[in-house]
């Protein structure tokens, strides 16, 4: 049956091809609708090529029996022959469904559940779990050595990692696919210790929701928020692995187009910045910007004086502000009213009553006159946010009038030079200034700028709507073809990366613990249907103003009742050992522990160890780094062994580490040069602050200085987070290293 599956996708990637090489044929000639259909049909072979080619390893995974004899096989995507025969069930379809839910006593129509394992196309290993201990299939299977139980689980977990999350499709447990299969429609958090596949069943839910909900969500696509780049490499073969291209990944860095920000500011600073409060800041620091001159200048027309007036001001700025439109949009309906006002003010000044074109004339002059536009830029001045926000914190008067709750303390902790780089806590408060300002007119007169000049296809477009009757209708060639190039030239990801205001039909938010109230306003201004997953466990809080209850956040966004709870409570990543040394730790400190037992135990799995001094202690932590090496990181890319401490002494470990490398007699040349060459987000070997390990795993890890870590950071309760990540992040082995002073510190 594996060989009929991969034989018929092999089948439809040839049509495919086949069909993409046609329409790419055709050229670039053509009308502009006849090109806009060819791109189209050219994007919708290139995605589904693509999935075709993402869904190759291990497509087949599964096989449920009934009682009465049918078989349905299970894999990454639904495939049919030529005939319209059924050779694979999409594992998000509901005839799946019991493939993960179906149990010896609510098994249903089920008998038989069969795990299949594939090496690129060959099967590996079958395992038969039967759930009717009266039917046939017991003997079958135990004839043929394939009885078993959960196998497939524990040979995932006991794999080697590599630098990309697998998906978890073939090993979804009962409690994950309840979560997968949730309604669309509500907030839903999924809390859940370390280990718990917070984020394999956000992911795979997201895959099932473009699934179930495909009309709904092809159009506005599905965004998955992560807490770094590493991280979001690390996960980028999910969902395309099972199937699914609509989905744009992000971190909070580069959520607003055209932002890119990696600066991180102290905690402290972060948690002001979080603040719901800092919303009223920047509406403050937007309104000011509309006032009355001090210095109302009289204006020559045609040689007849012209005041400009308070009353005339204040009626004008009251007429942009009943067009309740952001401030730089608003501006166009206060300058228009000035001019017509200071018009006015004209044509009272004299002593007849001058003819249209006189008035018109004075009018255009108005218009060009640059000490009315000086004026007008003062009393309601048109503001870029990048500029608000840096002018904002580079003046510390400006954030005590703006903010005026924050203590001489806090506006100190606030206040950088002009020019700074924005931080990731900035971005919140640029989204909101945006959300308030509007486009710059400034920017929106050079983009004029450079369109002017008709081209080719707009001529075209004009030459339809006048055979058409629509010249002179107000909808320009330009307008036409900026909407037909829309749906065939960008792709979703491209046309959602660059529209601030874009809207998704689901958001996907990972480490959901440590976003502030700030970060929430900007997630939901991109969602307004409130559909989201939010992932995250409250006892990993390192962030001084992200969540420690999910109550206390949620409920005045979505409401006391207008979000969904669950609860994922069973550690697959690490070894008994570790889930109970790291779980013993985190209750000691008042961390909220929602992971109840790991499914494994493996004998061994954590060493402890007292140095005496901290050279000693970093010797130590290379050497066991490059023993665990040895033992864990192959060649052909799988495994990983990090070291984490504190960012005191990182540098000092990272460089001792990569000379013991260079030096090691176990190590070629070539393999140091392979290791240390890698990126940072794909590193077999490297050193992590707590922070850098968020949502990663490794199959080996070596903690340093716990208790320098906890010293370090910017709470005990921030310190009690980090150090739970850092210990719960081995799959195989943590080994724990702490000098005598440290111990003095904390002891593990």
């Not at 038989?112 to 079958?126: G, P």
């Amino acid at each position: 049956m594996v060989d009929t599956a991969y034989s018929r996708l092999d089948d439809i990637r040839t049509i495919t091809r086949k069909r993409l090489a046609e329409v790419r044929a055709r050229g670039a000639h053509g009308s502009p609708t006849q090109r806009s259909e060819r791109d189209s049909f050219a994007t919708m072979y290139e995605d589904r090529l693509y999935q075709l080619r993402s869904v190759e390893d291990r497509l087949v995974f599964g096989r449920i029996d009934t009682d009465d004899n049918q078989q349905l096989h299970i894999g990454r995507i639904g495939l049919q022959s030529e005939n319209h025969e059924a050779i694979l069930v999409d594992w998000r379809a509901e005839a799946a469904r019991p493939f993960y839910e179906a149990t010896p006593r609510h098994r249903g129509n089920i008998s038989m559940r069969r795990h299949i394992t594939l090496k690129f196309r060959d099967v590996v290993s079958i395992e038969d779990e039967v759930l009717d201990v009266d039917s046939d299939h017991v003997t079958e299977a135990s004839q043929s050595g394939t009885l078993t139980g959960e196998g497939a689980l524990l040979a995932s977990l006991s794999s080697r990692r590599t630098g990309k999350m697998t998906d978890i499709v073939a090993t979804i447990q009962g409690e994950q696919d309840s979560i997968i299969r949730s309604p669309l429609t509500r907030p839903l958090v999924v809390q859940g210790g370390p280990g718990t596949g917070k984020t394999a069943v956000a992911l795979h839910r997201a895959a099932y929701l473009l699934y179930t909900h495909r009309s709904t969500l092809q159009h506005s696509g599905v965004l998955v928020v992560g807490p770094s780049p590493a991280f979001l490499h690390y996960i980028d073969q999910v969902l395309p692995s099972l199937g699914e291209t609509g989905v744009i990944s992000r971190t909070l860095g580069n959520i607003v187009p055209g932002i890119h920000a990696t600066a991180i500011d102290e905690p402290f600073a972060a948690r002001l910045k979080g603040d719901t409060r800092m919303a009223k800041a920047i509406a403050n620091a937007v309104s000011s910007r509309v006032r009355i001159p001090s210095e109302l200048p009289v204006l020559k027309v045609n040689g007849i004086r012209v005041p400009i007036t308070r009353a005339d001001i204040e009626q004008a700025q009251s007429n942009a502000r009943r067009s309740h439109q952001p401030h730089n949009l608003a501006r166009n309906t206060f300058v228009k009213s000035m001019i017509s006002l200071l018009t006015v003010r004209y044509k009272e000044q004299l002593d007849y009553d001058p003819e249209y074109s006189e008035v018109e004339n004075a009018r255009t002059t108005l218009n060009m006159s640059e000490t009315l536009r000086r004026t007008l830029n003062t009393a309601w001045l048109p503001m870029d946010a990048q500029w608000l926000i840096n002018d904002m914190f580079s003046k510390p008067h400006r954030i005590k009038q703006f903010a005026p709750w924050l203590r001489d303390t806090e506006i100190q902790a606030l206040t950088r030079p002009s020019g700074s780089p924005f931080t990731v806590s900035d971005v919140p408060l640029l989204d909101e200034a945006y959300e308030l300002l509007g486009p710059d007119p400034r920017e929106q007169q050079r983009i004029a700028a450079r369109e002017n000049g008709e081209s080719a296809d707009e001529s075209y477009v004009n030459d339809m709507m006048e055979s058409m009757g629509l010249k002179g209708s107000g909808v320009s060639a330009r307008t036409v073809l900026s909407h037909m190039n829309d749906s065939s030239d960008l792709t979703l990801s491209e046309r959602a990366g660059s529209d601030r205001e874009w809207t998704y039909g689901h958001i996907v938010v990972d480490e959901a613990q440590e976003l502030t109230a700030m970060d929430w306003r900007m997630l939901i201004r991109r969602c307004p249907s409130r559909s989201f997953t939010i992932v995250g466990d409250v006892a990993q809080t390192s962030a001084l103003g992200g969540t420690h209850s999910w109550n206390a956040m949620l409920d005045p966004i979505f409401g006391v009742d207008g979000w969904d709870l669950n609860e994922l409570t069973i550690d697959y990543r690490n070894p008994q050992e570790v889930s109970d040394i790291a779980g013993q730790f985190a209750a000691s400190e008042g961390l909220y522990i929602s992971t109840v037992s790991a499914v494994r135990k493996l004998e061994g799995s954590v060493t402890k160890k007292t140095l005496s001094q901290i050279d000693s202690l970093i010797s130590s932590a290379v050497f066991h780094t490059i023993e665990l090496t040895q033992q864990f990181v192959s060649q052909d890319g799988s495994g990983r062994v990090a070291i984490i401490c504190d960012n005191e002494i990182r540098d000092a470990v990272d460089k001792q580490l990569r000379l013991s490398l260079k030096n090691s007699t176990d190590i070629s040349e070539h393999e140091f040069e392979r290791l240390t060459s890698q990126p940072a987000w794909d590193a077999q070997v490297a050193v992590y602050s707590p922070q850098d390990v968020k949502g990663l795993e490794f199959d080996a890890v070596v903690l340093c200085e716990p208790g320098l870590i906890s010293e370090n950071s910017a709470s005990r309760l921030s310190g009690a987070a980090d150090l739970y990540v850092a210990m719960t992040r081995p799959t195989q082995k943590l080994v724990i290293l702490q000098t005598e002073e440290d111990i003095q510190r904390i002891s593990l």
